[in-house]
Nanobody
Framework: QVQPVESGGGLVQAGGSLRLSCAAS????????MGWFRQAPGKEREFVAS????????YYADSVKGRFTISRDNAKNTVYLQMNNLKPGDAAVYYC???????????????????WGQGTQVTVSS
């Protein structure tokens, strides 16, 4: 399996924005629903957002709803996470993952995903 590769993380002030990208060379992601998760120091990895293979259906954690937008460009084999109005509590390593094929609906639990990237760090200063 080829791992997705995340990029776009960095340091931003509270209230600022970042756009994360997730791309995979050598493997198409267009057949998979995709998800973003995050893990802050000392905490368990948590679900952020997911999107179906076509981009027509999305699902968000309550903590990011209205501030984050997940999207995808299958022609570029890339999934995005636009993060606006960032808060210090959003600071974490962000991971993208491909949902296991054959599952119904959009997953929000780690075991529903089987291909993970290495993550990209997001730091939010207050």
């Amino acid at each position: 399996q080829v791992q997705p590769v995340e990029s776009g993380g960095g340091l931003v002030q509270a209230g600022g924005s970042l756009r994360l990208s997730c791309a995979a060379s050598g493997r198409t992601l267009s057949r998979n629903a995709m998800g973003w998760f995050r893990q802050a120091p000392g905490k368990e990895r948590e679900f952020v957002a997911s999107i179906d293979w076509s981009g027509g259906t999305t699902y968000y954690a309550d903590s990011v709803k209205g501030r984050f937008t997940i999207s995808r460009d299958n022609a570029k084999n890339t999934v995005y996470l636009q993060m606006n109005n960032l808060k210090p509590g959003d600071a974490a390593v962000y991971y993208c993952a491909a949902q296991k094929q054959g599952l119904a609906g959009l997953g929000s639990r780690e075991h529903e995903y089987d291909t993970w990237g290495q993550g990209t760090q997001v730091t939010v200063s207050s």
